[in-house]
Each structure stands twice: as structure tokens, then as C-alpha cells.
């Protein structure tokens, strides 16, 4: 009986690794767009990182309809939050597909894990609405979700996941440490408003950029609500 369910759970696990290995290679298949603010200042040297941030805040009005729209779940908070990103960098990048880093949720158990970064690929469609969007979004962070432990980093580079968006209540920032994105979109939810503190690098962007980012951010959450 033993051996039984020993095979059995052997070839349970070497389906699911081969059902991830066939997600990400369809998911990230042809040309990965470089889903980023354009920057300020020329990249001349790709290790070079000077680390600033500036906060602003979702609160009042703003937070009480994100948490309506949320119905007070931290996961479907960050789904909001994260097809609000897409559509920036939409925007800003006149790009319909779009990809932007995230991280696994929180672990219960600690230790080493094959992978902790998921790029989520979306496109934007013509005429699409924020509704479908969500729905998209959503879609797309759960079934990352569910094929998380694969070796992901193989198929993108750093380029690739020049944005990235976590949410302090489900997600551990240490996670991040394989890419180091251009810009992060850090949020932590409180009872009486969401926070997102944006981490850039300084030689890339000078503060009035991430001024302009976080009025643009801020203004498409509070029209998508």
C-alpha cells in the first residue's frame, strides 16, 4: 500500500511540474515586452541602483470605495490595485500587452523555494472595460498562483519585470530580491487607508517623475472605483 501511494504521488508531482512547464512556456512565449515608465536618465550601467522612494496615500472616500470594491479581501484589494498598474503602464507605454512583477503569497513554512516572482502577462484590449480587466487580472494572478513552483527566471530576464506591485498583507518584499524592477509599487492596507510607498532607482528617475507616476496612479484607482 505503501509503494502505491509513494508512486502515485511521484506521478502527481511529475504531471504538475510538467503542467507549469507548459503554462509559463505558452504564457511567456514570443516577444516579452519591456512593460516600464520610459526612464529619464540613459541606463548606462545595468547593476547600478540608487534606491529613493516617496509614499502617498489611498484614504477617505478613495479607500472606504476600494474597500467596498474589495469587499475587505486583501486579495481582491490587490487584484485592484494591480489592473490599475496595467492600465498606467498602458498608458504610459501606449503597449496593449503588458507585464508587471509580483511575488508568491505569503509561505507558511519557511526554508528555500524553487521560485518566489511571477510575471503577470495581460492584454489590453479595444473597448475594454475596468470590470473585464479585473476579471483578466484576476485570472491571470490565480493561475500564476497555481503553477508558482517552476523556474520562471529561465524563460524572462530582469528587463522583462521592470514593475513590479506587492501588497504588504499577503506579500513579503524579501521575495523580490531575484529581479530588481526600475520601480516598486509597495501598498500596505491599514483600517483607515492604503499606503503605496513607490521604490525606484534614482539614476533612472528623478522625484518629479515618480510625482507625476503617483498623481496619474492615484487618480486612475480613485476613477476605477
Sequence with gaps: MGNKNYLEDTLAAVNQNLKEKDYWHDKLSGSLPESRIPYDYRKTDPGKYNLASMEFLFQGEVFSKLMVLSKGSDYTLNIVLAAALVILLHRYTNHKDIIIGATIYRQENGGEFLNTVLPLRNLIKVGMTFKELLLEVRETIIEASENQNYPILRLCHNRT???????????????LKPVQPGIIFYCRKTNDSVSVILEYNAYLYPQATLQRISKHYFNLVDQAV
Design 161 to 175: 519585470l521592470e514593475t513590479a506591485i506587492l501588497l504588504e498583507n499577503i506579500h513579503e518584499r524579501r521575495f
